[in-house]
């Protein structure tokens, strides 16, 4: 069977700027929360940093070029908030701005269009000084920030992204500790999740004012959740823990409230619950233009008291395939996601704003690094996409986690998630198999029958 996506489908990649800059402490760069959180003992894997990352600050030029190469027609990265105000509020970076005005008048003149997302989780640690996102002031902090990058950015940006998974952001941060700033205060998670979407809602009007005519959205990670069993405590297990995870947020956005459900079970939890004043949820449910979509794979979950996350717990699939960050690889996933949100929420427009796979992948004798089962991934992923697709699914966009191997948050280097090698010694950047396969499909806009493709290249 040939898949084929629509002539104007946008092919991508994503990175974040804390993932591939480096460049630390150059041209005036402020400290980020993932600056200090690296530097506590234990927090992250073999004591890796982003202090070089992939060099990306230096070889910007370079990976345009290795994009264009692959034919995308689309590069989402994020911005590093540090760089462009340094303390966070207040002095303007000149030369922060600089860098991403010079990387976006790039993009465009290789033909690829620029997706910016504004927080991909590294706030200037002034700012966490103060209280972080659980503070009410952050949203005035990010407010600022949007303003400022805009107003610089917004006459050639047409596509903008408010925030990166708010959920991730706020639980493994504030919640559990396993990211930056690395707290563990499941009541400050919640209050740090509402000022997250409350400051998306502030930062929506500053972004058409200033990037007048562009497309605005905010990315969720979002997953499938299946209960372990039929029995009623594993169902129950099962919605709340799409409650915590997805409706939560989803709900806030598309319906101005939180699920009553989940106010109730957090309400037995803690007698500190914060109020979420009914005009902030008109605020965070200001309407946009498009959902970004996160997914890596679904969860299957069991009803357990001493859960971390809302009293459940994962369950291994017997006989599935799992990837190096022990996620199941389920494409069946990512289209009954798709078509939920279309059912239940109905965004104008979507983009899969990550989907990739983590192997342990190393070049061959040959210099190649051959990733047979990221490409059978990809290809199971965009197969499913395009199941959404005809199903009546407004999927505009697909872009690949990641463009390139790059610092995998607690886990460091550890983990390859690339299309593209990096050998972190050289920066020497191999284009993986699976680069080479989505250049194809790019090509091809699409999946070609793969009979078909080898009959006509064979080897
Ligand atoms: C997502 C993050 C992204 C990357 C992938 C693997 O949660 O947004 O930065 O770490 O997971």
């Not at 990058?149 to 408010?162: A, E, F, K, P």
């Not at 009553?260 to 009914?278: G, K, T, V």
């Not at 995998?408 to 680069?435: H, M, N």
């Amino acid at each position: 069977m040939t898949v084929t996506f629509l002539p104007d489908f946008l092919w991508g990649a994503a990175t974040a700027s804390y993932q591939i800059e480096g460049g630390a402490r150059e041209d005036g760069r402020g400290e980020s929360i993932w600056d200090t959180f690296c530097r506590a003992p234990g927090a992250v894997l073999n004591g890796d940093n982003g202090d070089v990352a992939c060099n990306h600050y230096h070889r910007w030029r370079d990976d345009v070029r290795l994009m264009a190469d692959l034919g995308l027609n689309a590069y989402r990265f994020s911005i590093a908030w540090p760089r462009i105000l340094p303390e966070g509020v207040g002095r303007v970076n000149p030369a922060g701005l600089d860098f991403y005005d010079r990387l976006v008048d790039a993009l465009w003149a290789s033909g690829i269009r620029p997706f910016v997302t504004l927080y991909h989780w590294d706030l200037p640690q002034t700012l966490q000084d103060r209280g972080g996102w659980p503070e009410r002031e952050s949203v005035a902090w990010f407010a600022e920030y949007a303003e400022v990058v805009s107003r610089r950015l917004g006459d050639r940006v047409r596509d903008w992204i408010t925030h990166n998974e708010p959920w991730v952001a706020a639980m493994l941060g504030y919640g559990i500790g396993l990211h930056a700033p690395g707290l563990r205060d499941p009541a400050a998670a919640l209050r740090a999740a509402h000022h997250l979407l409350l400051s998306h809602g502030e930062a929506v009007p500053i972004l058409r004012r200033n990037s007048p005519g562009s497309s605005v959205g905010i990315t969720l990670n979002l997953t499938p959740i299946h209960p372990a069993s039929e029995s009623e405590a594993d169902r129950a297990a099962a919605r709340r823990k799409d409650g915590f995870v997805n409706r939560w947020f989803l709900d806030a956005l598309y319906r101005a409230a939180y699920p009553a459900d989940m106010i109730e079970y957090y309400h037995a939890l803690w007698s500190d619950l914060p109020d979420f004043p009914a005009d902030d949820l008109k605020r965070i449910a200001v309407p946009t233009d498009f959902l970004g979509v996160n997914n890596y794979t679904r969860h299957v979950v069991r009803h357990d008291l001493r859960g971390v996350e809302v009293q459940t717990e994962y369950v291994r699939v017997e006989g599935a395939e799992y990837t190096d960050t022990n996620w199941e690889v389920c494409p069946a996933g990512l289209s009954e996601l798709l078509m939920r949100l279309h059912r239940d929420y109905a965004p104008p427009a979507i983009y899969i704003t990550e989907n990739g796979a983590a192997f342990p992948d190393a070049p061959d004798a040959n210099g190649e690094v051959n990733d047979a089962r990221r490409v059978a991934y990809l290809r199971g992923h965009l197969t499913e996409a395009h199941r959404a697709v005809t199903a009546g699914v407004p999927l505009c966009g697909y872009f690949v986690w990641s463009l390139m191997d790059n610092f995998e948050w607690a886990l460091g280097y550890s983990k390859r998630f690339g299309i593209v090698f990096v050998d972190y010694p050289t920066q020497r950047r191999i284009v993986k198999a699976s680069g080479r396969w989505y250049a194809g499909v790019i090509g091809a806009k699409g999946i070609e029958d793969e009979q078909r493709r080898e009959m006509q290249s064979p080897g």
